[in-house]
């Protein structure tokens, strides 16, 4: 799907960046709704139970820092290099499993320093905006997804 979408090219992703082609937010923003959708109806049916890691702002910083590296380094993200690898491209293949192998290796090497220190920090739980809020799934989701949608209207209407 990423490939159908564009998503995989690398002058698509540095359109994101710059501002000038939206394909790859519409396709976040398409998933993100879908699979919120699809999830909570599974949920709320009692087809699944939810296993939710508890989250930090620590977490989230490193977490971005090594998403950012990546990204600025080679262009792509996770997901998209699965994409690219797929294609073929040699950059994704090469440069993008190298950094997957690489991170991925050193961050297991520094965990046990890590764990108890910077991934502690602003810890917030498995909290969730329903929990949060203290109110049915759907009243959040519901309102979300009808706010991403008129998002992806607007971005297409924009051009």
Known sequence: MLHKGGATKYDVIVGQLLLTDFT???????????????????KSMGWIQLSLKKGSVGKNILGAIIFGIGF???????GTI????????????????????????????????LKNGILKKG??????????????DWVIVVPVSVLIILILVWIEKAG
């Open 82 to 113: 699965a994409g690219a690898i797929g294609n073929g491209y040699l950059d994704a293949t090469v440069g993008g499993l190298a950094g997957i192998v690489l991170g991925t290796w050193i961050f297991a090497i520094w965990y046990p320093k």
């Open 72 to 78: 600025a380094v080679l262009g792509y993200c996770p």
């Open 123 to 136: 810890d917030f739980g498995d909290i969730t905006l329903p929990r949060l809020f203290k109110v049915n």
């Open 24 to 42: 790859v937010l519409k396709i976040i923003l398409s998933a993100v709704v879908t699979g919120m959708i699809g999830v909570y109806f599974m």
